[in-house]
């Protein structure tokens, strides 16, 4: 198959699917990263932007490329949106999801991450919630391990540290 | 597609350029040279001039003599800023149909596309001469936040031209462009374009072939012109003083006093100090006298601080909306005139902790780049086109003096530009709030729809009012028109989809249309914005 005729059916594909959720149209997995998103984007740009098709294709075939690649890049800008609104705190320590282990302080965690640690901490904390949510335990140690250092006495940090350590544990 | 040029059409000078196999090379004018005003002069004589020469006729002729249409096109004659914009200029304009301002010379009335198409036609004319072709392409830059009208109405002015128009690019994305064509390194760069009359910052990556614009925020309102015009009063105000007379009501005067105040505007950008006299002043008493003035480059940079001010402003907002710290952009690339004035430098300087990138020309930055697109476009681009050797960008992997003496005609990566849309567009809800459909800063081309009901029974007329801007009240932001949707069929309330889809083409224009998706009815609507030029048929 020729990439003319390649590029045809992927435009076709995407101008003809009906309520297809963002992720898909950008061929990424449901729990993609921003970064993951940004490289499809700049993967699908650098074959199928019209720019690049002007002469090679049919004024209506031209059309086609352009209309897919448009839906392609609105997918980008709700995945990016939904991405921003869903990276909220997920509780690691919730009583429901397996023994919670005491805290050394016995404070108990805080339900707002923001709150209970610096902003610099934060940020390696919304890193490590990021490893988590692509199972990517390892990752996510390192980060709460690097936020710790961060903020050395955010209670709530050492107490997601014991959680994932507990997780690392179990799997291996 | 033969050979197409690429043009900035500058508020207050054009330059244009051609990408050959062996580098960019710029359109020369009548007495050879590569800026041209964007004057357009109406002479008692007859006839149309352009350029260089049309600016002679400024004191002579004031009021027939066309500059800044920039500031116009597209405009909605009744918004504020244009109001205000009205109260420097010399000749006579007014309100025409759809809210368009309309220029009257000499009992002629022209639209300003039209304005520009004459500073289009003289670049036109001059790149036939020149290249010995005829020429009906062209890539022309806009500044990044133009609205969808001022870009239509720009697209305009080159169809009156008698130019095809394949692509509008931002200004600071083609600089960049030409910054970093062909260099094919990674990099992240902030591009500060503060021209006459327009001031725009965009922040880059530069990945490979791809140029993706992270955001970009500006001004259209705010330049060297606004600088000249806060400087000229001041020496208005010296006029009263020194020779006691107002020559506020005098336009000739006026005028004088501007190109005075731009001259020293120059002048202080390489001394501390000007110090010198304006001849020509006519006196009340109908002598001819000199306006002596002495100014400090502090003084001036205590004039224009609150200009600056708010360039340094935006350039932070930039930041923020690019989720970016100073310090990881790696080169900070100034463009347009008005960057030449040190307390601008000083300033960027100080906000990126590095010396802002001087090397590249300011003023032909952007014709290069749209010459780079257009050669891309038409698809003449090869690996030697990037920069001639006489101008290129002086960088590790490229210095004129280590330039191959035989040109490389390899063919080369079409370079991806991933622009953005400049502001966010939305349409109205119930209660007053907005829908946003299409975000500041998402790549364009793009397309978005949402389904919407109607409100009452048997409804069978929808008005859907759109509007551009970043304020959950609609009321709050700019309106852009009304996208009206007749003969619905007529059903209980909510039961009746609409789904309106907007898309912004890669010329960052925007289409608007409307469908029932259940009967797969297609209503087309055309979206009529304010201010456009009137669609030809």
């Known amino acids: 198959m020729t990439a003319r005729t390649d590029l045809l059916l992927w435009a076709q594909r995407i101008v003809g699917g009906k309520n297809v959720p ?151 | 597609m033969g050979i197409a040029l690429g043009i900035d059409l500058g508020t207050t000078n054009s330059c244009a350029a051609v990408a050959t196999p062996t580098g960019v090379e710029f359109i020369l004018g009548a007495r050879s040279e590569r800026i041209h005003p964007s004057t357009v002069a109406f002479p008692s004589a007859g006839g149309v001039v352009v350029g260089a020469d049309a600016k002679r006729f400024r004191l002579t002729e004031p009021t027939h003599v066309i500059h800044s249409a920039k500031r116009f096109i597209g405009q909605n004659i009744r918004s504020p800023l244009v109001q205000l914009a009205l109260t420097g200029i010399r000749y006579k304009v007014s309100e025409g149909a759809n809210q368009q301002p309309i220029v009257t010379v000499r009992d002629r009335r022209m639209t300003m596309p039209e304005i520009s198409s004459h500073v289009l036609l003289y670049i036109k004319r001059c790149a036939e001469r020149q290249l010995g072709t005829e020429i009906s392409d062209a890539v022309i ?218 090397s590249i020309n300011p003023d032909e930055v952007v014709a290069q780049g749209a010459a780079i697109q257009a050669g891309s476009l038409s698809g003449a681009l090869t690996s030697g086109s990037g920069m001639a050797q006489r101008d290129a960008v002086v960088t590790d992997a490229y210095s004129p003096l280590t330039a191959p003496t035989v040109p490389v005609r390899a063919p080369v990566a079409r370079p991806v530009l991933l622009d953005v849309n400049p502001s966010t567009l939305a349409i109205q809800t119930a209660g007053g709030f907005v829908e946003r459909l299409l975000d500041k800063n998402a790549p364009i081309p793009i397309e978005r729809s949402r389904v919407f009901t109607t409100l009452r029974d048997n409804q069978t007329r929808v008005e859907i009012d759109c509007c551009r801007g970043e304020s959950r009240r609609f009321t709050e932001n700019e309106p852009l028109g009304k996208l009206v949707l007749d003969q619905l069929p007529s059903k209980p309330r909510g039961d009746v989809k609409i789904e309106v889809s907007f898309r912004v083409d890669a010329d960052g224009i925007l289409h608007v249309r409307a469908a029932d998706p259940e009967s797969g009815v297609r209503q087309e609507a055309e979206l009529h914005v304010i201010g456009a030029p009137e669609k030809a048929s």
């Open chain 2, 141 to 358: 830059t806009v500044p990044a936040n133009f609205t969808d009208a001022q870009r239509q109405a720009t697209k305009e002015a080159g169809r009156l031209a008698g130019l095809a128009v394949p692509r509008l690019i931002n200004e600071p994305t083609a600089a960049a462009l030409a910054y970093g064509f062909g260099k094919s390194r990674d990099q992240i760069i902030c591009v500060f374009d503060f021209g006459g009359g327009t001031f725009d910052v965009s922040i880059l990556k530069i990945n490979g072939e791809v140029f993706e614009v992270l955001a970009s925020d500006g001004d259209f309102f705010l330049g060297g012109d606004d600088l000249d015009r806060a400087l000229a009063e001041v020496l208005a105000a010296e006029c009263n003083r020194a020779l006691a007379f107002d020559p506020r009501p005098n336009p000739v005067l006026m005028m004088k006093l501007m190109m005075g105040a731009e001259a020293i505007k120059i002048h202080l950008s390489e001394n501390e100090g000007a110090e010198g006299e304006i001849d020509g002043i006519d006196l009340p008493n109908g002598q001819v006298g000199s306006l002596p003035f002495q100014l400090s480059r502090a003084h001036f940079e205590e004039l224009i601080a609150g200009y600056v001010n708010r360039t340094i402003e935006v350039t932070n907002q930039v930041l923020m909306q690019a989720r970016l710290s100073p310090g990881q952009i790696t080169d900070v690339l100034c463009v347009g005139g008005s960057t030449r004035i040190p307390i601008v430098r000083q300033r960027l300087a100080e906000v990126f902790r590095r010396d802002p990138n001087v």
């Open chain 1, 22 to 172: 963002p992720h898909q149209l950008l061929e990424l997995p449901p729990n993609a990263t921003l970064d993951d998103a940004q490289a499809a984007f700049h993967k699908i740009a650098k074959r199928a932007h019209p720019d690049l098709h002007r002469g090679g294709l049919t004024p209506d075939e031209l059309e086609l490329v352009t209309t897919a690649y448009a839906l392609v890049a609105g997918a980008y800008q709700t995945f990016r949106g939904q991405l921003a609104s869903t990276t909220r705190m997920r509780p690691v320590g919730r009583a429901d999801s397996g023994p919670v282990a005491a805290t050394p302080s016995g404070a108990a965690p805080a339900t707002n991450a923001s709150q209970a640690m610096s902003p610099r901490a934060l940020v390696y904390y919304r890193k490590a919630e990021l490893a988590l949510k692509r199972g990517d335990l390892t990752g996510a140690l390192l980060q709460l391990k690097m936020a710790i250092g961060a903020d050395p006495a955010s209670a709530f940090l050492r107490t997601a540290l014991v959680e994932v350590e507990t997780e690392v544990r179990k799997t291996s």
